[in-house]
């Protein structure tokens, strides 16, 4: 059988997993606020908003819309669509007029607009089946109170504040920042210390809290890694087994006066001796001359000792002569002419 109403299916409204809020903006700004909130935007808010069903933030000339994810994801369709045209009716007054009467901005001119979208019969595919129920005040208090897991509490008056954060009641929380003169009932940071002004104890948080301050220190103690006292020792040299000798066998002890590339301890490849483990160079003594200054000597291949700058002289000198017994390379000669006895003419032209 086919019908053709959807009342059969009021359940219809709950199986929509994806709300496209974009789409339903542009199809109230174009249905009932004659595409005059250009200047506006809408998107989903973070995890924190929790309080509200959602606001309107002006700022620049324009607004943007924002509606409390944490909260609306438990909702029907309906009741996102009711949030977002309350959010609507606050961005059309702000941005074309007049200005709201009200002290909140719910006074006779949001209410009259409130009053013209739910009374409207004119053909909206989006509009609920029970049509819309745009109000001032929104009615998810279980939602928020899910996610109100931090408690305090008065021992003087049992007054108890419950916040989804961990911020404790404070003078701040004045959102009409008069300080100590503020007298709006309210206000519940200033009537309760008009009345009672005792001082407010944390009863209750979420099992498994930690404040920001103590996951900062964890957080910096895992980067840190463990600490030098939990590291193992070093690990004690192995003993060979009977009848093997010890790799430092197979190496003589270093000479006192060190060795140089050609002395006899390097040419003989069983003999090879360890670098020495001072920062003095292994192949140069000092001694004082007749001045009182060093002169550094070095060991020759024959085993006498020798200036080290009379040595350098002699190398040089021998580099020389060498340069010197190799015969001049004879002149180039001019590449010759291509016809012999006619001169070569190149052409620039």
Known sequence: MLVGSLDCFPDLELLDPTVDIHAMFLHYNKFYFEDSLGACSVEWSSKRMTSCGGVCEFRGGGCTIKLSEPLLKFRPVADIKAVLLHEMIHAHNFLVGPKDDGRDGHGSVFQAHMRRINACRDPDPLRPLEGYNITIRHSMLDEVAYYQNHHWSCPRCGHLVRRAMNRPPQEADCWRRAGP?????????????????????????????????????????????????????????????????????????????????????????????????????????????????????????????????????????????????????????????????????????
């Open 181 to 349: 003169a503020c007298a709006d009932p309210r206000c519940g940071w200033h009537v309760h210390l008009r009345h009672c002004g005792g001082t407010y104890i944390k009863v209750k948080e979420p099992e498994g809290y930690k404040p920001k301050t103590r996951r900062r220190e964890e957080a910096g103690k895992q980067q840190a890694g463990p600490s030098s006292a939990a590291l193992p020792g070093p690990t004690p040299a192995a003993t060979p087994p009977a009848g093997h000798r010890p790799i430092t066998g197979y190496f003589q002890p270093a000479p006192s006066h060190g060795a140089t590339a050609g002395s006899s301890s390097l040419r003989n490849p069983d003999s090879i001796v360890p670098a020495a483990s001072n920062n003095t160079a292994a192949n140069v003594q000092g001694q004082h001359g007749p001045r009182g200054g060093s002169k550094l000597r070095s060991r020759t291949p024959d085993g006498c000792e020798e200036d080290i700058h009379s040595r350098r002289a002699k190398l040089a000198a021998a580099a020389l002569a060498r340069l010197q017994a190799v015969p001049p390379r004879p002149p180039s000669r001019p590449p010759a002419s291509p016809h012999p006895g006619q001169e070569t003419i190149i052409d620039l032209t």
